[in-house]
């Protein structure tokens, strides 16, 4: 006779055979309750980014002749836009806001912010609120305060401050648009920056800057030997992720400028809505966010490896 | 032993005044915008400068819900954003979990696709969502009309895709489930297995499991992925500015940019008013997020 039915052997593959049964049972339900999700994204990001391709190659508008019948033009979009001086203005204007408002302002403050607030010292939790209170505010209101703040004539409240220290009050919106956008950006993300670079600082452990301490190490030799080589992944990564989020801004600057005077302020996000749906050349529009979303794609694949994805 | 000399002691005291001056500063260039919005608000003669009213008032506030529809813009803005949020919370809870307890080779591949939807720009995505929502929307029209006749307009206005809350929502619920999934999926991580395999021995189903095991179990994790949909979907311009056109249907971002835009005849104090109406749920909701904060930006960083 072979193994009988009760053999421990027999049981063995019985209970694996029934638990293998009822790991695919739940892994299929699992792929269930993800499908909402799935479908969301899929229909409203993952086929957006791909129709966008599409619409780039066609001459589709929202009015006029090309509204009815769209045509497929072949590269005839990307060509226009390489002789397309607002484009690169567009291109110029956006590398100019990403490195003055993201790589500079507002992770130097953040990061002065961020080391200061590590000292033992009174309303630590009143600053920081304070600090953070901008990244609450909606872009359009943010946009209407510093409407307010940036005003021209002299009792604006920028001139006002500026002319104590003896500067000319200007009409900052339209005198200096750029760097007055940068200013206003900066204002509003010195909270991400030093959000990020406090948890970075808080694992760099004290014993390191003790024994420094010790050898009689200075606090600027310390923050250079010390403090900066450690922070530096997570430098990167603030950095990748604040040049992504800083290349989609839209609504803060649409706000303040709608992208003038004479295309002073207009980011590639603001050049994409006026071409679409100011100018309605949605084809012309797609060949632009295409460039954007390519851009947004390499910085966002060095962000993927940089966050080590934990499975 | 530690010994601190009086030099060193000169020292400390000379880096905490630093740190307390450009704190000050930093604060005050955050601080003032704001002082603007509230003074103004309550100014019975507001300006568009920083002024220090001549009487005190509550009228401002009133104008914006008697002269304006500032009340429509409210219940609109509450409407569709909590429906996104609540929309978020209930997908996010769900395919976070199956995120962080699934096996299936799609695991990898679907993480490194929401981090990178993350970064893609809403403004190079939304002409082609236009399209595709317009013929979503032409479709339903099509097969409304010939049943609701003259109705379909007011039915549209709730479940159309464009200028409809439906379309909306959906779409504002989408650009906030990338980082509610990763911070459900980072949450259930942390969970042990040990509460639903037991329920599972009990013979539970994953109906059951989810809802007497799970969800009490998730809510910390809920609250925060809400939070944070709620304030991105609140604060956001772009997609109302673009799926909206209905007055009745518009909401306060829209409200308040377009009330700004009649140049002849700018009511600052109402403007002000509206604005900090607008801005107060989004700062208490960042109030209530804030010990969340620095968990979902330094999760973000340990990886």
């Known amino acids: ?13 019985e209970l694996s055979m029934a638990r293998n049964v009822h790991e695919r049972r739940t892994e299929r339900q699992l792929l269930l309750i993800l499908l909402p999700s799935l479908a969301l994204l899929l229909a409203f990001v993952i086929y957006p980014a791909l129709y966008s391709v599409y619409l780039s ?43 003055g408002s993201a790589v500079i302002g507002q992770f130097v403050l953040g990061l002065i912010s ?3 607030l590590r000292r033992r010292i009174h309303f630590r939790r009143l600053f920081s609120s304070i600090i953070l209170l901008p990244n609450a505010a909606p872009e359009v209101v943010a946009g209407f305060m510093w409407i307010s703040m940036l005003a021209g ?4 409240t920028l001139s006002r401050i500026v002319s104590f220290f003896g500067v000319t009050p200007a009409d900052w919106l339209q005198v200096f648009p750029l760097s007055m956008i940068i200013i206003v950006n900066t204002w509003r993300g010195i ?23 010790m050898d009689g190490a200075t606090p600027s030799q310390m923050f250079r030997r010390i403090t900066l080589p450690l922070m530096m992944p997570t430098i990167l990564l603030y950095m990748l992720i604040s040049a992504v989020s800083t290349i989609a801004v839209f609504g803060l600057v649409y706000a303040l400028t709608r992208g003038g005077p004479g295309g002073a302020t207009e980011l590639v996000s603001i050049y994409i809505y006026n071409q679409s749906f100011t100018a309605f050349q949605l084809g012309y529009g797609a060949a632009v966010a295409v460039v954007a979303l390519l851009i947004s794609l390499v910085l966002g694949i060095g962000y993927v490896r940089a966050m080590k994805v934990e499975v | 032993m530690a010994v601190i000399s009086p030099s060193e002691n000169a020292n400390k005291t000379r880096s905490d005044l630093l740190a307390y001056a450009t704190l000050s500063l930093i604060s005050i260039f955050c601080a003032v915008p704001f002082f603007w919005v509230l003074i103004a608000s309550l100014d019975g003669n ?36 909590g429906g996104a949020t609540v929309l978020v919370m209930v997908l996010a809870g769900l395919g976070g979990y199956a995120l962080s307890r699934t096996r299936a080779w799609w695991k990898l591949p679907f993480l490194y696709a929401i981090l990178l939807i993350r970064v893609l720009p809403p403004t190079a995505l939304v002409v082609p969502l236009y399209k595709f929502l317009l013929t979503l929307n032409n479709a ?12 379909t307009r007011p039915i549209m206005r709730w479940t159309g895709f464009i200028d409809g809350y439906l379309g909306l929502i959906l779409v504002l619920a989408t650009m906030q489930l990338p ?4 911070i459900m999926k980072t949450f259930f991580d942390g969970l042990p297995r040990d509460y639903e395999e037991a329920a599972l021995m009990d013979g539970a189903t994953l109906v059951q499991r989810i809802r007497r095991v799970l969800i009490p179990l998730a809510l910390p994790g809920l609250a925060a992925a809400g939070l944070f949909a709620f304030m991105s979907a609140w604060g956001d311009f772009l997609l109302p500015l673009i799926f909206l056109s209905s007055p009745e249907l518009q909401t306060l971002p829209l409200g308040l940019f377009r009330a700004f835009l009649r140049i002849n005849e700018i009511d600052y104090g109402l403007l002000a008013a509206l604005a900090f109406i607008y801005l107060l749920p989004a700062v208490v909701a960042f109030g209530f997020a804030r010990r969340f904060l620095v968990q979902t930006f330094a999760g973000g960083v340990k990886g």
């Open chain 1, 191 to 213: 909270a991400t920056a030093m959000i990020l670079l406090t948890a970075g600082l808080s694992t760099i452990p004290n014993e390191i800057y003790e024994a420094a301490r």
């Open chain 1, 153 to 156: 004539g002299e009792q604006a």
């Open chain 2, 179 to 182: 980082l509610a999934l990763w």
């Open chain 1, 57 to 99: 190659f066609t001459n589709e508008a929202l009015t006029g002749a090309a509204a009815l019948r769209p045509r497929f033009v072949g590269i005839r979009n990307y060509a226009r836009l390489l002789n397309d001086a607002k484009f690169w203005n567009a291109l110029l204007v956006t590398f100019l806001f990403v490195v």
């Open chain 2, 140 to 151: 339903e029209g099509a097969i409304l009309r010939p049943i609701f006749g003259e109705y």
């Open chain 1, 114 to 116: 961020a080391v200061a």
């Open chain 2, 46 to 81: 507001a300006q568009l400068f920083l002024r220090w009213p001549e009487q005190w008032t509550f009228a401002n506030y009133l104008r914006v819900f008697t002269k304006e529809d500032g009340a429509k813009w409210l219940f609109n803005s509450l409407f569709v954003v």
């Open chain 1, 1 to 13: 006779m072979l193994a009988s039915p009760n053999s421990p052997f027999e049981r063995v593959t």
